[in-house]
């Protein structure tokens, strides 16, 4: 025993001493090289490119594109974006490392927000699988796929907390809470980088958008925000500070500004907490074209100011704005701009590529059988079906129509979504091929034993988009195929409907006003129901939508949202009961859009309610026309099985702030299946020096359960669980009053209390 413990400290005695040692050997081989550059060089790593030209095909001879190409072999970029696959990514990199004079390599990067060709549900959706270890996962599969096309940098994971679905990038997250939100900002930080950043098939991670950015005013893109400094430290900041603790390579400042300081050039985040109090030793890059956004913000006269800002401010990388290239220089000489902020972005770059490993091989990425091999593979699309599963929430489920029967049942699948092969696979599918999603239709038809008959009922869109940036044209006149699909749903037994967002609909640029169903979903739905009130509703979107009919009408409710390229297989499992649902909401879904935002840990107010002396007056906090609660409430799923919660059980009473109580609650599994629960602990602060929310998300536990099986699961609460960003500004667990909930989702009555002594 002795001798084991020896052995395993002498271990991570030399583990501690390489990585310090590999850690200076670093630092030196940077500054080695920092001290040959000369200061256009420097600047030169601070600038990045979109692609521009035909990477294998001849040189650019003219224009933005020649001088671009000319820069690239002086050596005066240090990345490339949207450029991709080996053939792509070798030929720029020979051109910088072989052609400029001190061949310093370049970072490709790519969007692989929720996989690279193959696509993986989207993040909100992985987040309601609440699968911490499938999550990283996820990541990690993406970024093999994404290194086997030569890429080494992502720009991902999106870690913004969003309150509001009506901003279409909550796709990207994962949803409203901060403390889940930082667990899901690891996971994918350590699935794309992996334990060594040299290996070939980790790429580099980003932690986006710093700050604030889903906290945009009425949820429109790019829009600007005010928030508090309770609501900054407390709310938005905990996945980015989780993000940076677990080592991630990269900062993404964000397009809005912050209290009035565009994010891009905000010092106060960017030096004084994130390169300051956070001590990150990476490197912070500008959004696409944010440090020229900053004019039209109204924040920098011109180009030059904008550079000088967004130097001053801590960005340390300028993407696709050729602001850096072409002013930074200029504003050193004159005095403007300190030599010391461009040689400590400089530095932080060529870190990041050393960690690469680029400057021991700049092609190791690049390795043309890897990616053959690799792309589409089994290994990936498995995973991918895997992950679609644990992110499908069961919504509603009256007289158990779910699962379906396997078997001599006539069933009617109606929907615009329902053979479609583009939407499921959701926004950022750059790189995926168009129409390589399996669709509802394809996999429903394996199950051969039922009568499946499919009608379209509506055209969702006019047309599929050309591409990315293309505005989504909804159909709402052409209501060609209703009649059609009335008939179908009244001779069959079961109807089920694919409703929902087309998956560009949801994503960067694609804020909503309106939550309901686009186009003429809704009327199909309703003429549908007239004739077959057994209706399974299959809702496949990038946010909550508002199901207020829905839920007052339709039986059986999925959420499904854009799962990715193995969608329809995932969702037809689902339905016949071959994979029991589990997911839980990460977001709250609203009964009207007049709610946002919307979220479980709202604070009480002066006037929490009606009850008491109050009851029957106007006077409290609420809406004439509208419940406060939300229809769908955070943490919310069912299941084709049932769960009973004992009561709550602590340890103790009381706890001093060295000492940790125990929560245990028993599980049971009271049905017929055999499930899985996603078990949650949420605390509230009763008293405090500034208002607490009225719980708080804390733990949560999955536990998988066999028919009539229980299970006691156990929350271990401690000072650190307790602290905020409190009125005295700083973090801290103040002594007194505290509540324990523990249940099914976030509206649980569970309780039981403690104290916190001095």
């Not at 395993?8 to 005695?13: A, H, S």
């Not at 964000?254 to 010092?267: E, H, Q």
Request: proline fraction near 4%; charge should be neutral; glycine fraction near 8%.
């Amino acid at each position: 025993m002795v001798g084991k413990l020896y052995r395993k400290r002498v271990l991570i005695l030399f583990i501690f001493l390489t990585n310090v040692s590999y850690s200076q050997n670093t630092d030196e081989k940077v500054e080695k090289l920092l001290s040959q550059m000369t200061l256009t060089e420097k600047i030169g790593q601070m600038n990045q490119y979109n692609g521009f030209w035909n990477f294998t095909g001849p040189q650019p001879i003219s224009g933005d594109s020649k001088k671009k190409y000319d820069q690239l072999k002086k050596g005066l970029v240090g990345s490339m974006l949207n450029v991709r696959g080996t053939e792509n990514v070798r030929e720029v990199q020979r051109i910088a490392v072989e052609e400029s004079r001190l061949g310093i390599p370049l970072l490709f990067g790519f969007d692989v927000i929720h996989g690279y060709k193959t696509q993986s549900p989207i993040p909100l959706a992985e987040s309601a699988s609440w699968d911490i270890k499938a999550i990283e996962r996820s990541a990690r599969l993406a970024a093999r796929e994404a290194s086997a096309a030569g890429l080494n940098w992502t720009f991902a994971p999106m870690v913004d907390i969003s309150r509001d679905s009506r901003w279409g990038r909550v796709m990207e997250g994962a949803g409203e809470d901060p403390f889940l939100a930082s667990m899901v900002a690891s996971a994918r930080v350590r699935g794309f980088q992996g334990t060594d950043l040299s290996y070939s098939n980790t790429i580099l991670a980003c932690a986006k958008h710093f700050a604030g950015y889903g906290y945009v005013e009425a949820g429109r893109d790019y829009n600007t925000t005010e928030i508090s400094l309770n609501t900054l430290y407390n709310v938005v900041l905990p996945p980015f500070k989780a993000a940076a603790d677990s080592g991630v390579g990269t900062f993404m400042n964000s397009f809005n500004d912050l209290n009035g300081i565009p994010s891009t050039a905000d010092k106060f985040l960017q030096r004084d907490i994130l390169k300051g109090l956070w001590k990150f030793k990476g490197f912070v890059v500008s959004d696409w074209g944010s440090i020229r956004e900053m004019i039209d913000h109204g924040f920098a006269s011109d180009r030059k100011e904008a550079g000088r800002l967004a130097v001053f401010g801590g960005s340390d990388m300028d993407m696709e704005s050729s602001i850096y290239i072409e002013e930074l220089e200029g504003l050193v000489n004159s005095g403007k701009i300190s030599t010391d902020y461009i040689d400590d972005a400089v530095r932080r770059i060529l870190r990041a590529k050393y960690l690469l490993g680029l400057f021991d091989d700049p092609y190791r990425y690049i390795d043309s059988n890897r990616e053959k091999r690799i792309i589409g593979s089994k290994e990936i699309l498995d995973g991918a079906l895997d992950m679609a599963k644990k992110s499908i929430v069961l919504l509603k489920n009256e007289d158990n129509l779910l699962p379906l029967k396997k078997k001599d049942q006539k069933i009617a699948l109606i929907g615009p979504l329902a053979a479609d092969k583009n939407s499921p696979l959701g926004n950022w599918s750059i790189a995926a091929e168009k129409g390589s999603a399996i669709s509802v239709l394809e996999a429903m038809r394996r199950y051969k034993r039922n009568d499946l008959i499919y009608k379209q009922g509506v055209r969702l869109i006019n047309k599929v988009p050309d591409g990315f940036h293309e505005e989504v044209s909804i159909n709402n006149t052409d209501r060609i195929g209703i009649d059609e699909a009335v008939l179908a749903a009244k001779e069959a037994e079961i109807v089920i409907m694919i409703l929902g967002e087309y998956g560009y609909q949801s994503g960067e640029g694609r804020s909503r006003a309106n939550l309901d169903f686009p186009g003429l979903q809704q009327e199909l739905l309703e003429r549908v129901r007239e004739v077959n009130k057994n209706i399974i509703l299959v809702v496949m979107s990038g946010r909550p939508l508002i199901l207020n009919w829905a839920d007052e009408n339709i039986p059986a409710i999925v959420q499904a949202w854009h799962l990715g390229t193995q969608s329809g297989y995932a969702i037809s499992e689902v339905l016949y009961g071959d994979y029991n649902p589990s997911g839980k909401l990460t977001m709250s879904f609203p009964r009207s859009v007049g709610q946002m935002p919307l979220y479980y840990s709202r604070k009480s107010t002066g006037r929490p309610g009606a009850d008491g002396e109050d009851q029957g007056s106007v006077f409290w906090s609420h809406y004439q026309d509208e419940k406060n609660s939300p229809l769908y409430p955070f943490g919310y799923g069912l299941s084709y099985t049932s769960f009973d919660y004992s009561q709550i059980t602590l340890t103790d009473s009381k706890m001093s702030p060295d000492e940790t109580i125990n929560a245990d609650i028993t599980i049971t599994n009271t049905g017929k299946e055999k499930g899985k629960e996603v078990v949650q602990m949420y605390i509230h602060d009763r008293y405090a020096s500034a208002t607490r929310p009225i719980r708080e998300l804390k733990g949560f536990q999955i536990v998988e359960l066999d028919p009539g099986e229980s299970k006691t699961v156990t929350f271990k609460i401690d000072e650190s669980l307790l602290k905020f960003y409190s009125g005295n500004n700083r973090w801290e667990a103040e002594p007194g009053d505290f509540d324990i909930y523990i249940g099914t989702n976030s509206d649980t009555k569970l309780k039981a209390s403690f104290i916190l002594n001095d």
